[in-house]
């Protein structure tokens, strides 16, 4: 075998195992000792001997890992191959029979009852009852409250458990959520124009127009301007209305992906390896002749789809449905649009769906003479090809597309690589003189350990972005993009030019090699866990935690070591349902972690420090909690629909704040306090100012529910005394998603503060006399004051 393909086979293999060699081993799930049954005894000594120093007697991990619950673990030949290449060390690897004697101590030992099924209880943690969970996941899955017919289904069985909460992923909100929690951790929302982003100038070619360029040179192939565009939809129909889901779709478009896949219960892995990208028709008529629809169930050899000619769009069936839509798309900030923009649309005009995505292929230059595409259009994977994403990720010619290979392991192998051990202290390594040329034979990358062990595994993925430039578009002569001194180090790999021309199979991969990083990716067992990290982390609104230390304290251990068993967990029932992304959001919505009410014993304390769902709410995520309760939303002091006030009270705009508040103090308490007296007098008025049967708090009261009545019987005085007990028992399971007693100590203390408000009057305090002047109202106006102050409405 000559060099060059000794170097080929070997990066092969390299890159195919890099997922699956160094992803996270992440969970800690007891002792191993007491076990019975399936231990391998030679494989057990050679642990203790060879293993144990690094990842812990019990396999609770330390400088080397967890290896409980680990991507690798979930077989004993995954484990063997990943023994076999660099364990315990890569040059003293384990071979043979002694590879597979450790693997099976490894699985049967530490992982034979810990990867499958989210744990709904977990011992010491009491958990929400029915209810409270049914109010907290339709919040947070629909953006409003349960019917009765809903809390019915969901308490009668698990069945009627799935069936809820599937349908509250059935709903526009749930979709607008999701790509909100795809976000939190990718930021590639950054270039909507309300975060102060402009998508145009990722391709503006000097005129104002979308322009990219022709890889093949010459002029720039520019999309159409939107006023041409626009000048040609008859009627009334405001251009802000076009201009918003054209340029917000472009600057979307990792986010819509993920709409696309979680809309039509697509393979989720597709994420990362689809040969295509997704548009909507405000996008398809903007991208003009530089995009063609194409149907991703008929893949075609050279990496991409065949086309579909004459596509049908989805239309509106009234203003009706259109005004719901933009009603739950403005969650999120608004789109921008007054109220007389909202009600121009005309229906004959331009009645298409935003929703209605659509996998197309996006090409630089002309179509051919059949109206198709050239060889030469985008080869797609996913959201990895995306140039919004290459952009947030960005690289440059110093760094060779490492940054990007580095968040490829975050976001879809859930492996930190700066975590792996090794010296970063840049002082102690001696580097040759960089000339532009040549960096010498003392490359620290080729020969350094301590860098070699990173760049090892990141090189590789790295290298698959060679045909993309380092501002995200392809670029397949590489005119620009790699330093002559680079290319002749081969990145730290070897001096051959490697390409990835005969990987896979015999299929060349020649300037698209990013399909086939995308193909390994989705295929490899990390993945599952990446996706999972990523909802977990935007569910419960935590922090993932890094890898405990040798000196890490035991709360922290523990902490990390339930967070790990839910992901791990909720990434094996995501796979099972051939990765449905519903079901991996499911599986976190019935969790112990997710349910949990409080630790039941304080000898658990430690245990659970960061179980359950304890952060602040996101601002447009507590902006949408009290448009659920009908106050219309804070639209008041602060208008929580725009960025500049969400971010006051801590929300981000994913370019340079980068993550919402996790907590409150000072300035923003002080918001939240007028919040809640300006939200309690719109929530009061609006539920009076409504029969009973269409309210949503206020349900079991009206203005004449008064036991301080001197016109009543006693017996109206008992209805009304448990009218009013029960309203406020309800106010507890629907603002703070706690289920009471009716003589609770909860509803005595509201019921108190009631009766005081009724006989001391409330109005000239509270400076919200309501609609009708009435007492009741007031009184009813500080329960609900009392209600949005309390700490458990602004957390989740």
């Given at each position: 075998m000559d060099y060059n393909t000794l170097v080929k086979a070997s990066l092969k293999l390299l890159i195919a195992g890099t997922f699956l060699v160094l992803t996270a081993c992440t969970q800690d799930f007891g002792d191993a000792e007491g076990r019975s049954g399936g231990i391998n005894e030679k494989g057990q000594a050679i642990y203790a001997e060879q293993c144990a120093s690094c990842h812990g007697s019990s396999g609770q991990g330390g400088n080397g890992g967890s290896l409980i619950g680990c991507a690798t673990c979930g077989d004993t030949s995954s484990l063997i191959a990943k023994i076999e290449r660099d364990m315990p060390s890569a040059s003293k690897a384990l071979k043979g029979d002694d590879a597979r004697n450790t693997a099976e101590y490894v699985f049967d030992a530490f992982n034979s009852g810990s990867i499958g099924s989210v744990q709904r209880t977990l011992p010491g943690l009491a958990t929400m009852t029915e209810k409270e969970a049914i109010y907290k996941i339709a919040f947070d899955l629909a953006g409003r409250l349960p019917t009765d017919e809903e809390v019915a289904t969901f308490s009668e069985n698990v069945g009627g458990e799935k069936e809820v909460v599937y349908g509250f992923m059935e709903e526009d909100y749930f979709y607008e959520r999701l790509k909100d929690i795809f976000n939190e951790t990718m930021l590639t929302d950054r270039y909507r124009s309300e975060n102060g982003g402009n998508v145009r100038g990722l391709y503006d070619g000097g005129n104002g127009q979308f322009q990219l360029p022709n890889p093949n040179g010459g002029n720039y192939t520019p999309f159409p301007d939107t006023r041409e565009w626009e000048s040609e939809v008859p009627g009334m129909l405001t251009r802000n209305y076009l201009r918003f889901?054209?340029?917000?779709?472009?600057?979307?478009?990792?986010?819509?992906?993920?709409?696309?896949?979680?809309?039509?219960?697509?393979?989720f892995r597709e994420f990362v390896s689809g040969k295509y990208t997704v548009v909507n028709k405000f996008m398809f008529d903007m991208l003009g002749d530089n995009v063609v629809i194409v149907d991703p169930d008929q893949p075609r050899p050279n990496g991409s789809s065949k086309p579909v000619s004459n596509p049908e769009w989805r239309t509106f069936n009234s203003q009706k449905e259109i005004n719901e839509y933009l009603d739950v798309v403005e969650y999120l900030g608004g789109i921008g649009l007054s109220t007389t923009d909202r009600n121009q649309y005309i229906m004959s005009d331009y009645p298409y769906d935003p929703r209605d995505l659509k996998a197309a292929q996006i090409f630089y230059n002309e179509k051919t003479g059949t109206g198709l595409p050239r060889a030469s259009g985008v080869p797609h994977s996913g959201v990895i090809t995306d140039e919004l994403f290459l952009n947030v990720y960005t690289a440059t010619e110093t760094n060779m597309h490492r940054n990007r290979a580095r968040m490829i392991y975050w976001f879809f192998a859930a492996k930190d690589l700066l975590a792996i051990e090794g010296n970063r202290d840049a002082s102690t390594i001696a580097f040759d003189d960089f000339d532009g040329v040549s960096v010498g034979t003392n490359d620290p990358t080729q020969e350094?350990?301590?860098?070699?062990?990173?760049?090892d595994i990141m090189d590789p993925v790295a290298k698959a972005f060679e045909s993309y430039a380092l501002n995200g578009l392809w670029d397949p002569d590489n005119s620009d993009r790699v330093p002559a001194h680079l290319k002749t180090v081969g990145w730290g790999l070897s001096n051959a030019d490697i390409?990835?021309?005969?990987?896979?199979?015999?299929?060349?991969y020649a300037n698209r090699e990013l399909q086939w990083l995308g193909e390994q990716i989705a295929n490899d067992p990390a993945?599952?866990?990446?996706?999972?990290?990523?909802?977990?982390?935007?569910?419960l609104g935590q922090q993932i935690l890094g890898e405990p230390g040798d000196d890490s304290p035991e709360e922290y251990r523990n902490a990390y070591a339930e967070q790990s068993r839910l992901i791990a967990n909720a990434a094996t029932e995501f796979k099972a349902d051939s990765y449905n992304i519903k079901a991996l959001v499911y599986a976190v919505t019935k969790s112990a972690y997710y349910r949990s009410a409080n630790v039941a014993s304080p000898s658990f304390s430690d245990k659970y420090t960061q179980v359950g769902a304890v952060s602040y709410l996101a601002p447009q995520v507590l902006h949408q909690k009290l448009r659920a309760l009908n106050s219309g939303g804070w639209t008041n002091s602060l208008d929580l629909r725009q960025l500049n006030s969400r971010q006051f009270i801590g929300g981000m705009n994913s370019n340079d704040i980068l993550k919402d508040a996790d907590s409150v103090g000072g300035i923003i308490a002080g918001v939240l306090d007028r919040m809640a007296v300006?939200?309690?007098?719109?929530i009061v008025n609006n539920e009076f100012n409504r029969d009973r049967e269409e309210r949503k708090l206020l349900k079991y009261v009206e203005l004449n529910t008064n036991p301080m009545a001197t016109n009543i019987s006693a017996q109206t005085r008992m209805n009304n005394i448990r009218a009013i007990r029960s309203n406020i028992q309800f106010l507890y399971l629907a603002m703070l998603q706690k289920e009471v007693d009716l003589s609770s100590e909860e509803v005595n203390l509201v019921f108190d503060l009631f009766m005081s408000a009724l006989e001391n009057g409330a109005t000239a305090s509270s400076g919200c006399g309501g609609t009708n002047g009435n007492d009741i109202e007031d009184a009813w106006y500080v329960v609900v004051v009392f209600m949005l102050s309390d700490y458990r409405f602004i957390y989740g």
């Open positions: 889901f054209a340029e917000q779709g472009l600057a979307r478009k990792p986010m819509l992906y993920v709409e696309f896949l979680a809309r039509n219960d697509r393979d350094n350990p301590d860098c070699k062990v990173c760049h390409d990835y021309n005969q990987l896979g199979q015999g299929t060349s993945y599952a866990r990446g996706i999972a990290q990523i909802v977990v982390s935007g569910m300006e939200e309690a007098c719109d």
